[in-house]
């Protein structure tokens, strides 16, 4: 799952919570407890797939990157793209460029973040799948799966405690 997709449906997740507790609570409008529930558990359970399913695929990158199904490539970071977040503060993303078969190529991280980071000319590791093709900065894996892990944690605890509460038991 692309890292934008992850971002999308997990900020629709909390939205959709958000929005729940605000009618429920700001508007005076009484749901039924059970839609409440409904509600919290589709938010916070989307949240927790989304994170652990994240974070599985970056160790799974991480393990094949010591495989011999890739090759390691030296590369090294040449620009960085830049996009307005919807807060409007600029997110940078590092651009690679490698160089594989004779030929030079270059690769858009998937990790964005509000300060450049790395600067241009720090040299990276770039895995290439033999068998899909597929491409990724094993540098980049770290800040996946440390974020993912956050995001599938929280959803996790947010759904145990929502369970607790639904239950009576808290």
Known sequence: MKERTKVILTFIAVVGFMLAVIITFFMGIKWP????????????????????????????NK??????????????IVDHAVRRDDDMSDLYAPIY????????????????????????????????????GEVFCVDDLKHKKGIDLVFG????AAVVLIALKHTGIL
Do not use: P, Q
């Open 97 to 132: 460029e490698y160089y594989y078969n004779g030929e030079t190529h270059r690769l858009k991280s998937d990790v964005a973040t509000s300060k450049k980071g790395r600067e241009v000319g720090t040299e990276v590791k770039i895995a290439y799948r033999y068998e899909t």
């Open 153 to 156: 944690i929280l959803g996790i």
């Open 63 to 76: 393990r094949i990157s010591k495989s011999s199904e890739v090759a390691i490539l030296r590369g090294k």
């Open 33 to 60: 407890d059970w839609l409440v529930y409904v509600v919290a558990y589709i938010a916070f359970g989307t949240m927790a797939f989304i994170g652990i399913a994240g974070y599985i695929k970056s160790c799974k």
